[in-house]
């Protein structure tokens, strides 16, 4: 099972920005389907995006337009560019396939955004 690690989180004011990475143990190639995955304090965990192999896109309503999912299958990396951040994009990060494998969870990467 491909392990993942998540960084690049940190504190950012309101209207910033941030690029989060995950770097997986093994190669994603095989994997269809990656995503990003985000748990605030007090609420369940929830999907932000996911990619597919072949690049398409999906993103809950909360994040359209602001955040964009990217994936390079040589690096085993997927990305996560997060723009205008607002005091509701606060939470912990973690990437894991899409239905996600309960063995590859990770630490995840905080992000706070506050002034």
């Known amino acids: 099972q491909v392990q993942l690690v998540e960084s690049g989180g940190g504190l950012v004011q309101p209207g910033g920005s941030l690029r989060l990475s995950c770097a997986a143990s093994?190669?994603?190639?095989?994997?269809?389907?990656m995503g990003w995955y985000r748990q605030a304090p007090g609420k369940q965990r929830e999907l932000v995006a996911f990619?597919?192999?072949?690049?398409?896109?999906h993103y809950v309503d909360s994040v359209k337009g602001r955040f964009t999912i990217s994936r390079d299958n040589a690096e085993n990396t997927v990305y996560l560019q997060m723009n205008s951040l607002k005091p509701e994009d606060t939470a912990v990060y973690y990437c894991?396939?899409?239905?996600?494998?309960?063995?590859?969870w990770g630490q995840g990467t905080q992000v706070t955004v506050s002034s």
């Open positions: 894991n396939t899409m239905p996600p494998a309960a063995e590859s």
């Open positions: 093994g190669s994603i190639f095989s994997i269809n389907v």
């Open positions: 990619i597919t192999r072949g690049g398409i896109t």
